[in-house]
């Protein structure tokens, strides 16, 4: 009788331990939580005249991404990095929400600048930086914005972005003030939805240890499966959102629970077939962000973007009152043959400024 018991009392102190160990990270309790979350911080909010301090963090074989520019390596970092500042050394990035679990660090911002001395912009985004094993080196590093916030005042592309973003919201979130044109009937035809399977319907949460346990579980599946909603579940999906819930990308915000209703509809009728896949996921307390890639076609043109997401639930609870989707606009309209040449110059343009592996076509400035 006595093994049963020990085996019993093992397992409940493991339990008991868990949110214990998951506060004391949280907390800052351990000097290596602390030095990550410090460096994670410095690396996005580091400006033009202290950013050189930084560089010994950074993994000799560092890989460094966003929607227009791919950097492998330190010495390839240390001179994109030169020129990046070099270019907008006024620029400013100030960090919103911040997580840092298991060595992989998360953080939503804004950056404020001028790019090369005359395009001035400002642009929200989210950053993953990850740790190697338990040391303060970052081996990979990836930022989630838009170049459409800064394209939309360069001169010769703001019409290609401004464009695109009247069309997208026309297809998706007609308010009035758009003065869009009569859309097609297509939201009184909802598709037929599949349940979730996988994912508890919300419920009453209570204090002790099983409860919080199935409450972390369960945000972990609702999380995801928000994040990857597609045309066949997302009705089934709609009691994971508060009646108050907020939502923003780089084009559109939805304010409330009656507005999200008729987005989603406009949004699948437009792409049936979008396909998000989530990659990196984290969840620390209410918070959870996933970095992501969707597939599919809007308006019949086939696009693929890669992004990242915040969500924020309510106090125990599996409902959703925040989230933010982080991508490049751009993606798509890269895929717009009238808009395409817009995207390409603009691209061009910034890899000759700031992106050492470039071959530049430009002649000299």
Known sequence: MRKPTTITLFFACIFMLLPVVDDAEAGGLSRLYQDQLEIGRGMLEV????????????????????????????????????????????????????????GVYSATWTMVGTFNGVVPYEAKGMSIIKFRGLSKKVYYWRDYYTEGDIMANAPGF???VEGFRWYYRCAVNPTPEL??????????ALPETTPLADVSAPHKYGRNTRSIIRLRRDRFNVGRALVEINAANWQSLLQYYAYDYQYYDPIVYIDGFDELVPFFARLFASSPDL?????????VGNVYTATWTMEGKFDGVPYEAKGMSILKFEPWSTQAYYSRDYYSEADIMATIPPLFPAVEQFRIFYRCVVDPAFDCPLPPP
């Open 158 to 160: 703001g019409d290609a």
């Open 179 to 188: 003065g869009c044109p009569p859309a097609p009937a297509t939201t009184d």
């Open 275 to 283: 396909v998000t896949t989530v990659e990196d996921e984290m969840l």
């Open 47 to 102: 400006q033009n005249v202290d950013w050189t301090t930084l560089l010994r963090y950074y993994a000799k074989d560092i890989e460094y991404h966003d929607s227009i520019v791919d950097v492998y390596g330190i010495d390839d970092l240390t001179e994109f990095l030169a020129r990046l500042y070099g270019s907008s050394p006024d620029l400013v990035t100030t960090i919103e929400d911040e997580t840092l679990v298991g």
